[in-house]
């Protein structure tokens, strides 16, 4: 009965890794042979992961990562520009508690998504907030919210997001209202948060991209003023695990 009751407070305080895993030392015998210190400890430490798995899986779906990519799945073997004491450096996330930004630059099929979604994943293990968005979805969703009222709402969002990927940069033109509230986004993000972009389209011709010169002027240094920048080079991914798996079957 003392124990039927303790679970009932257990379930009341939410504390539910912690019931499970004292439903788990109930049932196996063998656990009475060790202290009350080391069952204790087990319980809580088991609490702990249980939250820090909610957290992250809270973290993960409000990501919306468009790849289930992990760093430690990162391809070295092809030339694609990538130094492992680099990739290092940029994976331990001290430009995300700096609130610097990255820019990721190379051509289709480089592997661009797949590392801005790496890094994501990373940042949400490491207990940050990250939201992936496509730029023409973020200026679709920025067009909506003008309309529906929900624009402040939107930015305070933008604003919290520890780290907020744009993916597709510069893959359509940009007309005067997106222009400015690219210019919105990224001003309030600038010394705050991180931002991530992924582009084909090389960073030289961002401000052309942008275009007109005084709001491109802004964002740019904004944005890149102490940005890491990595441009990735090489054949497309797709095409060489085509042939390596292409290879693979004529072994």
Not at 21 to 44: C, I, K, T, W, Y
Not at 148 to 169: A, C, E, V
Not at 187 to 192: I, K, L, N, P, S
Request: proline content about 2%; aromatic content about 6%; glycine content about 6%.
């Amino acid at each position: 009965m003392l124990i039927q009751q303790t679970r009932e407070h257990l379930y009341t305080l939410r504390l539910t890794g912690f019931l499970q895993a004292l439903d788990e030392q109930l049932a196996q015998p063998a656990m009475a042979e060790l202290s009350f210190e080391q069952r204790l400890a087990m319980l809580v430490d088991r609490e702990i992961l249980y939250r820090d798995n909610r957290r992250l899986e809270r973290l993960l779906k409000i990501a919306r990562l468009r790849i289930g990519a992990c760093v430690e799945d990162i391809d070295y073997r092809h030339a694609r520009g990538l130094e492992k004491s680099r990739m290092a450096s940029l994976v331990a996330l001290d430009w995300i508690r700096q609130s610097l930004n990255l820019c990721l630059t190379g051509p289709t099929g480089s592997g661009k998504t797949w590392l801005a979604c790496a890094f994501g994943n990373e940042a949400c293990r490491r207990g940050f907030s990250v939201r992936y968005l496509r730029l023409p979805r973020l200026f679709e969703m920025l067009r909506i919210a003008h309309g529906d009222g929900s624009y402040t709402r939107l930015m305070n969002q933008l604003l919290k997001t520890d780290l907020l990927i744009l993916d597709d940069w510069g893959i359509q033109k940009v007309s005067a209202a997106q222009r400015n509230d690219l210019m919105e986004v990224i001003e309030d993000r600038h010394g705050r948060g991180s931002t991530l972009i992924a582009s084909q389209l090389p960073i030289e011709h961002w401000h052309e991209y942008i275009g007109e010169a005084t709001i491109a002027d802004a964002v740019l240094d904004r944005l890149l003023h102490g940005a890491h920048r990595l441009n990735l080079t090489g054949e497309s991914m797709r095409k060489t695990k085509g042939k390596l798996t292409d290879r693979d079957r004529s072994v």
